[in-house]
Each structure stands twice: as C-alpha cells, then as structure tokens.
C-alpha cells in the first residue's frame, strides 16, 4: 500500500497570507490527524477528522481549520499567517474505531513564514 | 501541556552501545507508543505496550511499562549509525488523541 502522502512538502509564504496543505492517507484509512511541530513546542496536536466529521481539536486558534472529504483526504488551512506558524505540519491517517490507533505519517509539509 | 517527557533530551553514543530513553507521563493511559523521526521527516512507529503489559520485544528494541511511576522506558541494543534519530513517545486515553512528549535526540557515532 502507498503511505500517507502530503502536499506540497515545502511552502513559503508572507505574514497575512493563508496556506493549503493537502493529505492522502493510506488507502481504507478513514482517520486522519495533523501536527504542528515546532523546536519549542514539539509536537502539538491539530485535530482529527474521522468520516468527514471532526473528532477532536487541539488548542489552536481558530485560524487553524480542516475538513476531510468523502474520499478520507483532508486538507487543512491557516489563514492570516503570523510567523510563529513556521512550523512542520505533519498528517497521520490511523484505522478507527480499531483500539489501540497506530498513527501512520506523512513527510510533512514544511511551511517558512517570512 | 503534553503528557509524555522524555528523557534525557539528547543522547550521544558509541556504535554497538545500548540506548536508554525514558518517558514519564501524567494521568491514567491506556497505551504507551514510541515513535522513531529522522531530521525533518514523518514519524514512524516503533511499538506499543499496552496498559496492563510490563514488558515488550521487537527486535532490537526492548520497552517497558511503570504504570505506578507512569513512566516507560525504550531500549536500543547494539546500536548504529542507522539508529540516529529522534525518538518520541505518546500516550493515549479512550476517545482521546495521541499526546506526544519533546523526544529524545539519539546520536549514534560509528
């Protein structure tokens, strides 16, 4: 089976702007979760989207928003960029309602805001 | 905050040496994972020990469970250069998400 995949892989933009990324999880993998991981922070949860609905969110702004499609893909948007986004945004698609979830990884997508 | 801190937070070795990282946690899980990320790639996981398992093999890696402590640790035997990474561990509840701790950056010199 082909991994999770994430676009694009690297992304820069300006203070202001809004950014895409976009996320294809593995293939029958309806669970989909985003990271933001930063040296400071580390790894800090998102949130996830499960069959279209959103199953969990983190503490973020609302800036910070996904959605998932009919077909488990999901994309997830941050508008009015500040530079503390700069971060790696990592996805991981996971097989519900299955217990314990393992979490399968993208490569991220390594967002510069200048 | 996140639930899982490693430590130590950096580790340098020899090549064939063991590697201990340890991870404590806060409240009550059900599962205790480790995950392995090369320098600014996914995570990949590792293995996973349920609440109410002490100890688990898989291959080189050897990880153990302290409920009472809420703490795990992973060990690495015989090292290598392949070896070197970041190694997080992540706790997770019923219904709730995957928290995951700052890792522990493992060097491992040939």
């Known amino acids: ?7 694009p892989r690297y992304l820069i933009k300006t203070r202001g702007q809004q950014v895409t990324l976009s996320c294809s999880p593995i293939s029958g993998h309806r669970s989909v979760s985003w990271y933001q991981q930063t040296p400071g922070q580390g790894l800090q949860f998102l949130f996830e989207y499960f069959s279209e609905t959103q ?6 702004p609302g800036r910070f928003s ?6 488990s893909r999901s994309e997830m948007n941050v508008s009015t960029l500040e530079l503390g986004d700069s971060a790696l945004y990592l996805c991981a698609s996971s097989l519900p309602p299955a217990q314990p979830e393992t979490q399968y990884f993208g490569p991220g997508t390594r967002l510069l805001v200048l | 905050s996140q639930q899982g801190e490693e430590d130590p937070q950096a580790l340098s070795i020899q090549e064939g040496e063991n590697a201990t990282m340890n991870c404590s946690y ?3 899980i059900n599962n205790l994972q480790w995950y ?5 790639r996914g995570l990949v996981h590792l293995i996973l020990i349920r609440s109410n398992e002490r100890e688990k093999h898989s291959g080189r890696l050897r990880v153990t469970l302290d409920t009472s402590k809420k703490s795990s640790s992973l060990l690495i035997t015989a090292s290598r250069a392949a070896d070197t990474a970041s190694y997080f561990c992540a706790t997770d509840a019923r219904n709730t998400p995957l928290v995951f701790g700052k890792g522990t950056r493992l060097s491992v010199i040939a």
């Open chain 1, 55 to 60: 199953r969990n969110k983190g503490n973020f």
């Open chain 1, 1 to 7: 089976k082909a991994g999770v995949t994430q676009t």
């Open chain 2, 36 to 40: 392995r990320q090369n320098s600014g």
């Open chain 2, 26 to 28: 806060k409240t009550s």
């Open chain 1, 66 to 71: 996904g959605r998932q499609f009919s077909n």
